[in-house]
């Protein structure tokens, strides 16, 4: 569904997004699980053999998703007590290896999170045994210091999005799911879509459509 195009991008007004949300939800088959709203936003004139405009960011949300990103910590000692304590799925050095070592078993586990967090001396190790798994998906890990409080961290998370603009004129990432209210879910598009026109090199003029 294109809620703006060309002729209509002089402003994104958040009465806009918010009769595409509805229209979105109205329009939505039923179905067994959680379904999610995807943003995406149409590039032009960005010349993406420029490195410099193949643009990444990360994007906290004003609204939590009630269907949580899902996310894994590579870490040792406290920080992993930490992250077990919370709940969240730890890897260890030799975890790493192990993956690195099975190219299946490391697919399937960058399609399993969304999120990923890493002490920040894993960091070397992960790259050397997994960046060419995790670095074309754009699930290379946050780096967290080895003495953080791990909670608030998990918490941003939770509620953030990434992208990164690689090959094709295009950001897409997902703002919300259907238990959260239009309201909420209008307010994440328009974080989202102000994030996104700062990062680009002539803002809002980059953008065809949405």
Do not use: W
Request: net charge positive; proline share 5%; aromatic share 4%.
């Amino acid at each position: 569904m294109i809620i703006l195009t060309e002729e209509t991008l002089m402003s994104v007004r958040l009465e806009s997004i918010l009769e595409a949300v509805k229209k979105a939800r109205e329009g939505a088959k039923k179905r067994n699980f959680i379904q999610s709203f995807e943003l995406i936003v149409n590039l032009k004139d960005l010349d993406l053999k420029n490195p410099s405009n193949r643009i990444s960011g990360e994007i906290t949300l004003p609204n939590g998703f009630k269907k949580k990103n899902k996310i894994a910590v590579f870490a040792e000692g406290d920080l992993a007590v930490q992250a077990k304590n919370l709940g969240v799925d730890t890897y260890s050095r030799s975890d790493i290896e192990s993956l690195g070592g099975d190219k299946k078993r490391a697919k399937e586990f960058a399609k399993k999170y969304d999120i990923l967090l890493a002490s920040i001396d894993m960091i070397p190790l992960i790259g050397k045994h997994l960046g060419q798994i995790l670095g074309p998906r754009n699930m290379m890990p946050v780096p967290v210091p080895p003495t953080a409080n791990l909670a608030p961290i998990v918490e941003k998370y939770m509620n953030s999005c990434r992208f990164r603009v690689r090959n094709a004129p295009q950001v897409r990432v997902r703002v919300g799911d259907e238990e959260m209210t239009d309201e909420e879910v209008a307010d994440n598009v328009q974080t989202a879509i102000n994030y996104i026109i700062n990062k680009l090199p002539r803002g809002i003029r980059n953008i065809k459509s949405i």
